[in-house]
Every structure is written in structure tokens, then in C-alpha cells.
């Protein structure tokens, strides 16, 4: 199955005001591995860069630095039409992703034909009705005739899921795919999600806002801000114990009727902004320093990725000493000593090197 490396992406967008010209850095050196069978969750607010991160990765945006490589089982470079075979993306708005001219058939059966994979009609409308099954849409001939407006939302993100698979994707990219769905039928499409990838061991990107799908439906997590990864590890150490006080503040925020009168800041106040922001990609510091609680004067560098769990690490230098990272840790319940990250192997969610 393929596996999908991203080391140092980059992406730029030129702002133009008058005769002034100047950049955004909306992505700025973000490196992770999708691995098959494995599902990764990108998490962070409105506008910190996920869905740019998934649009280059889906080769609908050109980055303006680094690489993304697919590389096959027995070790060897993806090429550019398999590329676009095994890589694949759910769209977060299944209203706007389906043509509302055409019939469920005619989405399913267009990949078919473009990517070889079905020919002549009767294979064709085999294989699209083979696809509805697998997404729990039946009866299948009858689905195949109808058209978006005459499905429900989940069912227009169940054919945008078949759509994915129809040219045998390999590795998807899920732009949070249950955001514009009724809560009720989110779950549904979740665990249609996690059953297609025990199936088919697909390698996942899901991109979401919602920390407890994220913790549930993933293995490994990495959290945004203003283009940055400043926090990354395991789904359930970097959710019930964060270490970056950004990732603090998203878990603070979440709903949690377990965690009633139980403080899940790890100790750190909720700040309000100060000051004005800093925008991502034009200051050489930690962008959240305008809004951390513990901003000192260090913070306008920018800070390494250090070590403050197995296989989890936080850009913050909080951690950056062995004292003050092993006090954090005694407070979070993990009692080990955080220090930078040194020869660390390949991971899910490796930092930039």
C-alpha cells in the first residue's frame, strides 16, 4: 500500500494593497507520514492552514517549498498519474462537491473510466453499484439513478466517499467531512470512515475542529496555529494531556460531560488575545506568544520541537529545559523529564527535520 511522506511544506499567497506587495505564509514548514492502516488528525482553527495542507497534498494548490512523496511498497517513487489514482479527497461540503446536474451514476462511473479502471457500460454500472454498497447505499440501481438534490447530506458524503475509492485510492484525504452533516448522521460516516479503512488499509488524513472525533477516530494528532504544527503525538496524550498552551486552550473548549468541574487546562489560564496578531509566516518567533500566558522574551524565536511524552512533542520553550520540563510533566500525570528531540526515527507524525 502506498505511503505518503510531507517534509517542510510551504505555501505563500501574495497580498497586493495599492503598490504595496508582501506574502502570507499560510503553511510553513509542516512534515508528517500517512502510513497504511494509520489515521492521522490535523486540528486547529478556522484559517491555521489545514485545508491548504490538504489541497497541496491533493495537488489542487502547488506548494512553494518542500515535498510530498508517495512511495510504494516495495520502496519506489509514486509516479504522477498513480499519484493521482492512489490519492484522493473528501470534500468538507457534500452540497457543493456533486454536480447537480448529473446522476449519482454519472459521478461514480466518470473515475471509473478516467483512471482505467472499468470498460464498456455493464462493468461500469457493476462496479459503481459494488461502490454504493460498500458505503451503505441501497438499493443500489435505484441511488445510481438519482441525482444530489434527491439525497440527504449524508447520503451526498456517502457517494463523495465512493467517489474517492472508485479510482482505488490508497491514501484520503477527509477535509472534515462530517462539519456540514446533521450530528445525528456524523457518527454514521465516522465509522463508515474507520470500517473502508480496516478494509482496505488506508492510509488517512482527517482534518477536523472537533478534538473528540479527532481523539476517537485517529491515531495520531497534530495541532495547528497560524500555519505551524506546535503540537504533535499520540491521539489520546496529546487530548487529555496537552502540553502547548494553544492545544490547552482547544481542549478547554471542548464540551466534555466527564470532565465536569475538572480543570483540563493543565493549570494554565485561558487568555484573551493582547495586543495585535501575529500573522502567520511574517514573524521569525512563536506566533501564539500574543496570546500565551507564559510569553516571555525568548518567545520571539522560534522554538524547537521538544520531546514531553513518547513520540509527543511541543514547540514551546517550556520544555526546553530539563527542570521546568520535568515539572510540566509530574503536572500532566506523565513524570518523565522533556528535553529537544534528538534522533528521533520516522513516525505517523514525525516533526520537521
Same mark, same amino acid.
Given at each position: 500500500?502506498?505511503?505518503?511522506?510531507?517534509?517542510?511544506?510551504?505555501?505563500?499567497?501574495?497580498?497586493?494593497?495599492?503598490?504595496?506587495?508582501?506574502?502570507?505564509?499560510?503553511?510553513?514548514?509542516?512534515?508528517?507520514?500517512?502510513?497504511? *492502516?494509520?489515521?492521522?488528525?490535523?486540528?486547529?482553527?478556522?484559517?491555521?492552514?489545514?485545508?491548504?495542507?490538504?489541497?497541496?497534498?491533493?495537488? !489542487?494548490? $502547488?506548494?512553494?517549498?518542500?515535498?510530498?512523496?508517495?512511495?510504494?511498497?516495495?520502496?519506489?517513487?509514486?509516479?504522477?498519474?498513480?499519484?493521482?489514482?492512489? =490519492?484522493?479527497?473528501?470534500?468538507?461540503?457534500?452540497?457543493?462537491?456533486?454536480?447537480?446536474?448529473?446522476?449519482?451514476?454519472?459521478?461514480?462511473? $466518470?473515475?471509473?473510466?478516467?483512471?482505467?479502471?472499468?470498460?464498456?457500460?455493464?462493468?461500469?454500472?457493476?462496479?459503481?453499484?459494488?461502490?454504493?454498497?460498500?458505503?451503505?447505499?441501497?438499493?443500489?440501481?435505484?441511488?445510481?439513478?438519482?441525482?444530489?438534490?434527491?439525497?440527504?447530506?449524508?447520503?451526498?458524503?456517502?457517494?463523495?466517499?465512493?467517489?474517492?475509492?472508485?479510482?482505488?485510492?490508497?491514501?484520503?484525504?477527509?477535509?472534515?467531512?462530517?462539519?456540514?452533516?446533521?450530528?445525528?448522521?456524523?457518527?454514521?460516516?465516522?465509522?463508515?470512515?474507520?470500517?473502508?479503512?480496516?478494509?482496505?488499509? !488506508?492510509?488517512? !488524513?482527517?482534518?477536523?475542529?472537533?478534538?473528540?472525533?479527532?481523539?476517537?477516530?485517529?491515531?495520531?494528532?497534530?495541532?495547528?496555529?497560524?500555519?505551524?504544527?506546535?503540537?504533535?503525538?499520540?491521539?489520546?496524550?496529546?487530548? !487529555?494531556?496537552?502540553?502547548?498552551?494553544?492545544?490547552?486552550?482547544?481542549?478547554?473548549?471542548?464540551?466534555?460531560?466527564?470532565?465536569? *468541574?475538572?480543570?483540563?487546562?493543565?493549570?494554565?489560564?485561558?487568555?484573551?488575545?493582547?495586543?495585535?496578531?501575529?500573522?502567520?509566516?511574517?514573524?521569525?518567533?512563536?506566533?501564539?506568544?500574543?496570546?500565551?500566558?507564559?510569553?516571555?522574551?525568548?518567545?520571539? $524565536?522560534?522554538?524547537?520541537?521538544?520531546? =514531553?511524552?513518547?513520540?509527543?512533542?511541543?514547540?514551546?520553550?517550556?520544555?526546553?529545559?530539563?527542570?521546568?520540563?520535568?515539572?510540566?510533566?509530574?503536572?500532566?500525570?506523565?513524570?518523565?523529564?522533556?528535553?529537544?528531540?534528538?534522533?528521533?526515527?520516522?513516525?505517523?507524525?514525525?516533526?520537521?527535520?
Amino acid at each position: 500500500m502506498t505511503r505518503l511522506q510531507v517534509r517542510g511544506l510551504v505555501k505563500d499567497f501574495p497580498l497586493r494593497s495599492g503598490l504595496r506587495r508582501s506574502r502570507l505564509r499560510a503553511v510553513d514548514n509542516v512534515s508528517f507520514t500517512l502510513t497504511p *492502516g494509520r489515521t492521522v488528525a490535523l486540528v486547529g482553527e478556522s484559517g491555521s492552514g489545514k485545508s491548504t495542507v490538504a489541497r497541496m497534498i491533493a495537488r !489542487l494548490e $502547488r506548494p512553494t517549498a518542500g515535498e510530498i512523496t508517495a512511495t510504494a511498497p516495495d520502496g519506489g517513487r509514486v509516479g504522477d498519474r498513480a499519484y493521482r489514482d492512489h =490519492v484522493q479527497m473528501v470534500f468538507q461540503d457534500p452540497f457543493a462537491s456533486l454536480n447537480p446536474f448529473h446522476t449519482v451514476e454519472h459521478h461514480l462511473a $466518470r473515475p471509473l473510466r478516467l483512471h482505467g479502471r472499468a470498460r464498456g457500460g455493464e462493468e461500469t454500472r457493476r462496479l459503481v453499484e459494488r461502490l454504493l454498497e460498500r458505503v451503505s447505499l441501497t438499493p443500489a440501481p435505484d441511488i445510481a439513478r438519482r441525482r444530489p438534490h434527491e439525497l440527504s447530506g449524508g447520503q451526498r458524503q456517502r457517494v463523495a466517499i465512493a467517489r474517492a475509492l472508485a479510482p482505488g485510492a490508497q491514501v484520503v484525504i477527509a477535509d472534515e467531512p462530517v462539519s456540514m452533516l446533521d450530528v445525528s448522521i456524523r457518527l454514521g460516516v465516522l465509522n463508515l470512515l474507520a470500517r473502508l479503512q480496516r478494509e482496505d488499509d !488506508l492510509a488517512v !488524513l482527517y482534518i477536523t475542529h472537533d478534538l473528540a472525533t479527532a481523539r476517537h477516530f485517529s491515531d495520531d494528532i497534530l495541532v495547528m496555529y497560524r500555519g505551524r504544527v506546535v503540537e504533535r503525538g499520540p491521539a489520546d496524550e496529546v487530548i !487529555l494531556g496537552p502540553r502547548h498552551p494553544y492545544t490547552r486552550i482547544l481542549a478547554a473548549a471542548a464540551p466534555d460531560p466527564e470532565a465536569r *468541574g475538572r480543570d483540563r487546562t493543565g493549570g494554565a489560564p485561558v487568555p484573551e488575545p493582547a495586543g495585535g496578531p501575529v500573522l502567520p509566516g511574517n514573524d521569525p518567533g512563536c506566533t501564539f506568544r500574543d496570546r500565551c500566558p507564559a510569553a516571555t522574551e525568548i518567545c520571539v $524565536r522560534m522554538p524547537e520541537d521538544f520531546a =514531553v511524552g513518547h513520540d509527543h512533542y511541543a514547540k514551546c520553550w517550556l520544555y526546553a529545559g530539563d527542570s521546568g520540563a520535568a515539572g510540566d510533566s509530574r503536572d500532566a500525570g506523565h513524570g518523565r523529564t522533556a528535553g529537544p528531540r534528538t534522533g528521533a526515527g520516522d513516525t505517523a507524525a514525525d516533526p520537521a527535520p
